[in-house]
């Protein structure tokens, strides 16, 4: 069973974001977007931010807003 509040499987929800097949990025993106609305996952990817890709740091930063 996945922990959806576990560092690797957030860490790779947001390495999906820069996948070369855009059907998997849309999903990640889309995921990601719905799992920002709550405020423990929220604070969870903003703790993550530091370990991230630049591209994947600017994603998240901007979805955060």
Known sequence: M???MDEKV???L???TTHH???FV???KNTIRAML???KF???FQ???PKLSEKEQAFLTNEMK
Request: net charge positive; charged share 20%.
């Open 2 to 4: 996945l922990n959806p």
């Open 10 to 12: 957030l860490s790779s």
């Open 14 to 16: 947001v390495n999906a």
């Open 21 to 23: 097949k855009w059907q």
């Open 26 to 28: 849309a999903f990640a």
């Open 37 to 39: 609305k709550n405020e």
């Open 42 to 44: 929220k604070a969870a």
């Open 47 to 49: 703790e993550l931010l």
